[in-house]
């Protein structure tokens, strides 16, 4: 794909996933990398430049970046990988800058997010990303990128991709058709409602719910049971019925790495419950089927995100 020129793309969200899909562009094309910080920055404060990112093999690089925050020209692709509750605030600020032909790219934890955009985003062309890459940040400027993954690109809708999107979507990972993207995100959903929001009521890190003796173990069993249920009438065609020995799995091999949802909490930041579980109850609820421990740990996470925060709920 090197030898075609791509699309040039802004990066709105530089935590650890955007820093990683920003050097695989340009380690691709060697072109810059355009940054735009989010509402909440402070632009007093410019976000230190360059980064550092330490790869999987051992080697570190240097990441240039501009911040575009000021810019005057027009933002043809936007790769969002903001937090879902936090992408519709990211995104007004520059909507001046962009107009009906902006490819957006989203990714992020849960579902839902593309129907929570549509107010702004009427009939743009969305792209839904999925990943397996693994990395965080290890201070301002630097991400260790654990795990060397794939990311996944799918369309939400019709409208095509150019030659130049296409190039640029694959420099970071691989585009496939939306129908078999949509079965990995709901797949990713379900590993996700069985185990983040466990993790933040307890307190504990992915294995601590592998304990067969723990609230944890059972909470997040209860969890999968209703997960399951949904899924036999929303995603027939979804074998679902190992989920349970799959999530155990996957908290297994991910041992001691602190879940989003847990490390939001830890901060006193909103999480991304509404994309994760809200989405499974919402689901649930256009087709009938129960769901109470996924409407409690909803009500639970919201309310102790609320205490660290010192806010009430009405």
């Known amino acids: 794909m090197a030898n075609i020129a791509p699309s040039i793309p802004h990066f709105l969200g530089f935590g650890a996933m955007g820093i990683v899909h920003s050097h695989l562009f340009q380690k691709e094309f060697s072109l810059p990398v355009l940054y735009l910080p989010r509402p909440s920055s402070?632009?007093?404060?410019?976000?230190?430049?360059?980064?550092i990112i330490h790869e999987p093999n051992g080697q570190s690089t240097k990441l240039d970046v501009i911040n575009d925050e000021h810019g005057?020209?027009?933002?043809?692709?936007?790769i969002v990988t903001t937090k879902a509750h936090q992408a519709h605030a990211a995104i007004t600020p520059y909507l001046k800058r962009m107009n009906s032909q902006t490819l957006f790219v989203f990714l992020q934890n849960g579902m839902g997010l593309?129907?929570?955009?549509?107010?702004?985003?009427?009939?743009?062309r969305i792209v839904l990303g999925?990943?397996?890459?693994?990395?965080?940040?290890?201070?301002?400027?630097?991400?260790?990128?654990?795990?060397?993954?794939?990311?996944?690109?799918?369309?939400?809708?019709?409208?095509?991709?150019?030659?130049?999107?296409?190039?640029?979507?694959?420099?970071?990972?691989?585009?496939i058709p939306y129908p078999p993207l949509e079965v990995r995100l709901f797949q990713k959903l379900a590993y996700s409602a069985c185990i983040n929001p466990v993790t933040a009521i307890y307190n504990i890190p992915n294995k601590g719910i592998t304990d067969k003796m723990s609230e944890a173990y059972d909470l997040s069993s209860r969890l999968a049971g209703?997960?399951?249920?949904l899924y036999a009438v929303l995603k027939p065609e979804m074998d679902m019925t190992k989920l349970f020995e799959e999530v155990l799995q996957l908290a297994e091999d991910t041992g001691e790495n602190t879940s989003s949802m847990l490390a939001d909490m830890q901060a006193?930041?909103?999480?991304?419950?509404?994309?994760?579980?809200?989405?499974?109850?919402?689901?649930?609820?256009?087709?009938?089927?129960?769901?109470?421990?996924?409407e409690t740990v909803v009500k639970k996470i919201k309310d102790m995100t609320s205490e660290k925060s010192g806010t009430t709920v009405e």
């Open 130 to 175: 999925t990943t397996t890459h693994a990395a965080y940040r290890t201070d301002k400027n630097a991400v260790n990128w654990v795990h060397r993954g794939l990311t996944l690109f799918g369309r939400v809708q019709p409208g095509g991709l150019n030659h130049r999107e296409f190039a640029l979507l694959s420099s970071m990972g691989i585009v």
């Open 42 to 51: 402070n632009s007093s404060s410019p976000t230190p430049l360059p980064f």
């Open 268 to 294: 006193g930041r909103e999480t991304e419950i509404d994309f994760i579980n809200g989405y499974i109850v919402k689901m649930a609820h256009k087709v009938g089927v129960e769901v109470y421990e996924n």
């Open 114 to 124: 593309v129907d929570s955009l549509r107010s702004i985003l009427p009939s743009n």
């Open 72 to 78: 005057l020209n027009s933002i043809d692709v936007l």
């Open 226 to 229: 209703e997960v399951r249920r």
